[in-house]
């Protein structure tokens, strides 16, 4: 998995409030200290929480691949995730630097801390799991892979990697499309899920994804033979 392993070496106004109830006569009035002001809440921002569907399969063997596919997508997200946040980190920090020299020697630092850090377990995966992978970091950055590897080293470099990824079934140009793809819509299932019942940390995808109009176009083909 040397391909899947050299993207993510490549990644190298807070308010503190306190919520205070008082009490006025049978009311309770909500306020925020902020900075030493009381401001009295007259509404309060609640997360949107998605009401996921129940799962329905029409036979034994879509079931089983989705077990699967939910053990491979739990095993590589927080790769993706971590891509995403490396990606952030290195923008912002080459952002600061002027020097080509500065930029590279900072880019190479934060090569040798991933690989130090994950390179072994990322050699572990399997194909089918490295695709998913890239599937994700697309999801997660806006990015492809391929995109990746052009912009932070060079296009040569990426149609290299990409020309080997394809020898074992795996495109580096792979996005992230649950609208398009009955497998991405399965795994933007699993991870919403996964997020609910916190077996994963969320972290939002780098574009828009209408989870609901993705329910209403794969449901029908998912339900069971009558």
């Known amino acids: 998995m040397k391909y899947i392993t050299y993207i993510l070496l490549l990644f190298s106004v807070t308010i503190f409030a306190q919520e205070d109830p008082v009490k006025q006569d049978t009311t309770v009035v909500h306020y925020m200290i902020i900075e030493g002001d009381s401001v009295p809440v007259t509404s309060v921002d609640l997360k949107e929480v998605l009401v996921l569907p129940n799962l329905k399969f029409k036979d034994r063997d879509a079931r089983v691949r989705y077990i699967i596919l939910r053990r491979k997508t739990l095993k590589v997200y927080p790769y993706a995730k971590l891509a995403a946040e490396r990606l952030e980190s290195l923008q912002k920090r080459l952002a600061t630097l002027e020097r080509k020299r500065d930029k590279k020697r900072y880019a190479k ?62 495109s580096l140009k792979k996005e992230f499309s649950p609208i398009d793809e009955e497998e991405d819509y399965l795994i933007e299932d699993i991870l919403q899920r996964a997020f609910q019942d916190e077996r994963l940390d969320r972290q939002e995808p780098a574009f828009d994804i209408d989870f609901y109009a993705c329910v209403d176009k794969w449901s029908s083909k998912s339900e069971p033979k009558k």
């Open 109 to 170: 630092v934060i090569q040798r801390y991933i690989e130090d850090e994950f390179s072994e377990e990322l050699k572990k995966l399997t194909k089918t799991e490295g695709q998913i992978l890239v599937k994700l970091i697309h999801r997660q950055t806006g990015k492809t892979t391929f995109e990746l590897i052009k912009e932070l080293r060079s296009g040569w470099r990426a149609f290299w990697f990409n020309s080997t990824a394809s020898l074992f079934d795996i």
